[in-house]
C-alpha cells in the first residue's frame, strides 16, 4: 500500500469511529475475530497463528527457552489470573503462571535483540521475531488472554512451575466487547469516559494529569500515538518515533499507590485514573482484554480492517483545540505534553464498520 493509502484508510476508521458519537452516520464496530498462537517451547521449535482469516502464519521459531520461571514477578501481575496472559507489549509478553503469597509468578516471551527487565534473566523464551512485529504488533494477544500448555502427545497440562514439563503451549486470543473509545479529560478531577454503543458511561475521574514525556523502555519500537504495553497496571503510550525513546502512562490508583510508583506522585510523566466505584487494576476495559500493539506499518493482516482496525490509537486535544494526532515527545520532557486538555483511546477492531439496520 502506499503512504497515502495507508494514512487515509487509518483516518476514514477514525472518522467512522468519532462519527458514531455525533450523530453523523450510523458506524457501528462488528465483532473481532478469535485466533490461537502456538509455540512450541524447544529451541529451534516454530511460533504459528492459527485464525479463519488468515489460516496458518508462521511468524517465527525458538532461540532459547527458560530454565526457570521468574518470582516475585512484576507487582501489577498480581492482578490477573493464573493462565492468562498478564501484559502484551511491543517487547515483551507476560504469562502469569500463578500467584504466590500475593505475588505473580510469570515466564516471558521475548523479541530477539532486546531484554525486558520484567522478564528476569532466565525466564524468558527468545525468538527470533523482531520486536513491534508479529506476536508483539499485529497478532498481539489482549491482557486475559488464556494459555494452555501442552505435554508430550498434546496433552493439556496441569498448573506448574516447571516450564520444561511442557513441549508446547497455546494462547487463545477471543476478542470481547469494548467501548469505541475512552475519553480523558486531562486535569485534575476530569472526566474518563467510555463511549459505547449505548452512550457514554463515566468510568472514572483524573487524580493527576500528565503533562511530560519519559524514558520508558520500548517505546522505541512504536510509533506516535501508538500502545506500547498494556498490563493490569499500566497503559502505556508511546509519544516518540521509531527508533526513539519517549512516552507516558496511565495508571490505575491501586498501582500508583504501590511503593515503587511513588514517583508517579512527582513527576510528569504519569496519568493517575482513579476509578467511579469498585477498583481498574486488572478490569475491563481500559487495563485488561481492550488494547494491543497491533500491526507496525510494514505489517498486514487479512484485509485493510483488520490492519488498520486492530491499531489501538490515540489522540489528543491541544488547549481545547480540535482532535488531532498525539503531539511528538521524545526523552524525558517534563511539560512536552503540558498542552493537552483531552485524551481519546480507540480500541482495537478486526472487522467492517457496518451501517446499522435501515439506515440510508
Not at 498525539?326 to 457496518?354: C, S, V, W
Amino acid at each position: 500500500m502506499t503512504g497515502t493509502f495507508r494514512k487515509a484508510a487509518a483516518v476514514f476508521v477514525l472518522l467512522c469511529l468519532s462519527s458514531i458519537v455525533n450523530g453523523e452516520t450510523a458506524c457501528a464496530l462488528a465483532g473481532g475475530d478469535s485466533y490461537r498462537i502456538v509455540l512450541e517451547a524447544f529451541p529451534g521449535g516454530s511460533i504459528t497463528v492459527h485464525s479463519e482469516r488468515a489460516g496458518v502464519v508462521r511468524l517465527g521459531k525458538v532461540l532459547s527457552v527458560p530454565s526457570s520461571t521468574r518470582w516475585p514477578a512484576f507487582t501489577a501481575s498480581r492482578w490477573g489470573n493464573p493462565g492468562t496472559v498478564v501484559a502484551t507489549a511491543v517487547n515483551a509478553l507476560h504469562i502469569l503462571v500463578d500467584i504466590e503469597k500475593g505475588r505473580g509468578r510469570t515466564v516471558s516471551i521475548l523479541p530477539k535483540e532486546t531484554f525486558a527487565p520484567a522478564s528476569g534473566e532466565t525466564a524468558f523464551f527468545l525468538t527470533d521475531i523482531p520486536p513491534g512485529l508479529g506476536i508483539f504488533g499485529a497478532w498481539a494477544p489482549t491482557v486475559g488472554s488464556r494459555v494452555i500448555w501442552r505435554k508430550a502427545g498434546n496433552h493439556p497440562g496441569e498448573k506448574t512451575t516447571s516450564i520444561q514439563a511442557f513441549q508446547s503451549f497455546e494462547i487463545m486470543v477471543t476478542p470481547e466487547e469494548t467501548p469505541y473509545y475512552v475519553e480523558i479529560e486531562n486535569r485534575p478531577g476530569g472526566r474518563i469516559t467510555a463511549w459505547t454503543g449505548s452512550g457514554p458511561i463515566v468510568l472514572g475521574r483524573v487524580a493527576r494529569p500528565v503533562a511530560g514525556s519519559g524514558r520508558f523502555g520500548g517505546t522505541q519500537f512504536q510509533e506516535v500515538g501508538r500502545i506500547r504495553a498494556n498490563h493490569p497496571g499500566v497503559i502505556d503510550v508511546s509519544t516518540s518515533p521509531e527508533g526513539i525513546v519517549g512516552g507516558f502512562q496511565i495508571l490505575p490508583l491501586e498501582h500508583a499507590a504501590s511503593p515503587e510508583m511513588s514517583s508517579a506522585w512527582k513527576l510528569s510523566q504519569w496519568l493517575v485514573a482513579a476509578p467511579k466505584s469498585g477498583g481498574f487494576v486488572g478490569r475491563k476495559p481500559l487495563f485488561s482484554s481492550g488494547f494491543v500493539p497491533g500491526p507496525s506499518k510494514e505489517e498486514k493482516l487479512w484485509d485493510v480492517w483488520s490492519t488498520y482496525g486492530r491499531r489501538s490509537l490515540v489522540l489528543a486535544r491541544i488547549l481545547g483545540g480540535p482532535w488531532q494526532w498525539m503531539p511528538e515527545a521524545t526523552g524525558r520532557n517534563d511539560t512536552a505534553l503540558k498542552g493537552i486538555t483531552h485524551l481519546r483511546l480507540y480500541f482495537p477492531f478486526t472487522e467492517e464498520p457496518q451501517k446499522a439496520a435501515g439506515s440510508n
